[in-house]
């Protein structure tokens, strides 16, 4: 099978910076500047609380572009395929690109940085996803998705490989739903990794800033994921996604999981309630929708490029999508309601009827 160009690869599996460019700059300059600093982050949880990462290599562009020593012993040292992650220093673009050779992910880059010297480069392995899972752990409970396969299919939403699990931690009991035993016990294990010790809290909180739960659990937005052979590893940890997250989506995701498919009934991705007319996208090509201000757009999957729409729109509903989704961390940052894995809404909806989303109980119903 021919491997997919790096324009191909992110046309369809687009970053979380690509999502956030309606979200108010100073929302969206918090979440991105923790995503450039991540391989830090995660770092330090590695040397604080043995949290299992994948070791990441910084070079500058001017150490890659002179071919350094330094830059030429990883390369001939680096086997099987990396992710790369180049960060120009002044306009805070992101080039990157995945499931490459090193040799292969360096020309890539040296076509399309132009002056390497303006960026900051990093390089991890690439490991095979078997099973991967996003969570936020907050003050009163995790609420977090698990999924088999790929990542990609939680962070865009895109479950036409595998449908996920919601799942609901109070501290006390867990909610996990479809309920499958490996996809619990792959989300208590990944869990446990959260807790840190006393020592371990007390410096996390004078370097980053952040929260813990009663019994010790570092609050924040983790991704992680499980090679086939059962190797975990999180590649992720973010504060300022995770405080947006807030503890009444505990009860809410709680009293949704089991609700029975005949209506239009979904997830919470963003709390509130709107009314309007709605525009029923099937295709991917948003260019050609004609959307109003205040008008509810129904999709089955949404993309990047719609964000425009999102933007104009009064509410989102998605057939497809979860509660982690790039496109559910959005709706959450712009304020606008959004209830996603309908599974219906695009067949039961239809252009230019009159609707009323109430996010909060995760239903759309069809009033005129």
């Avoid at 490991?127 to 088999?148: K, Q």
């Avoid at 739960?213 to 190797?231: C, I, K, N, R």
């Avoid at 009444?248 to 309630?273: F, K, M, N, P, W």
């Avoid at 940052?333 to 809404?345: K, L, Q, R, S, Y």
């Amino acid at each position: 099978m021919a491997r997919p160009t790096p324009q191909e690869y992110f046309r369809r599996h687009s970053a979380l910076a690509d999502w956030l460019a309606h979200v108010r700059p100073e929302r969206r300059d918090a979440i991105l500047a923790e995503d450039s600093t991540r391989a830090a982050r995660l770092g330090l949880l590695h040397e604080l609380m043995g949290l299992p990462i994948l070791a990441t290599t910084h070079f500058s562009g001017g150490e890659l572009a002179a071919r350094a020593r330094s830059f030429e012993s990883f390369r001939a040292s680096a086997e099987g395929a990396y992710a790369v992650r180049a960060f120009h220093r002044s306009d805070e673009s992101v080039l990157r690109n995945r499931n490459l050779p090193v040799p292969e992910l360096t020309s890539w880059l040296e076509s399309k940085a132009g002056d390497l010297d303006q960026y900051d480069i990093e390089f991890s392995p690439h490991m095979p996803n078997a099973w991967a899972t996003i969570f936020v752990v907050t003050t009163d409970g995790v609420i977090g998705e698990v999924v088999r396969g790929s990542l990609r299919q939680l962070t865009q939403g895109d479950h036409t490989a595998a449908s996920p699990s919601t799942y609901v931690y109070d501290f006390t009991d867990w909610h996990v739903e479809p309920h499958q035993p490996r996809y619990e016990q792959i989300a208590r294990s990944v869990l446990e990794f959260t807790r840190a010790g006393k020592d371990a809290q007390t410096a996390l909180r004078r370097r980053l800033d952040c929260g813990f739960t009663a019994d010790g659990h570092l609050q924040g937005y983790y991704e992680a994921v499980v090679d086939p052979g059962g190797d975990l590893r999180f590649i992720d940890f973010n504060i300022a996604l995770g405080r947006r997250l807030e503890s009444s989506y505990l009860e809410l995701i709680r009293s949704q999981q089991g609700t029975l498919r005949d209506e239009v009934h979904g997830l919470t991705a963003s709390r509130g309630s709107a009314q309007g007319v709605a525009r029923v996208l099937i295709h991917r090509e948003a260019d050609a929708l004609d959307l109003a201000d205040g008008e509810v757009l129904v999709c089955v999957e949404p993309t990047p490029d719609m964000i425009p729409l999102i933007a104009r729109a009064s509410a989102l509903v998605a057939d497809r999508g979860g509660l982690l989704s790039h496109c559910s961390v959005v709706c959450r940052e712009m304020g606008i309601p959004c209830v996603v894995g309908t599974v219906n809404a695009t067949e039961v909806i239809q252009s230019g009827r009159q609707v009323v989303v109430e996010a909060d109980s995760g239903t759309v119903r069809v009033v005129a």
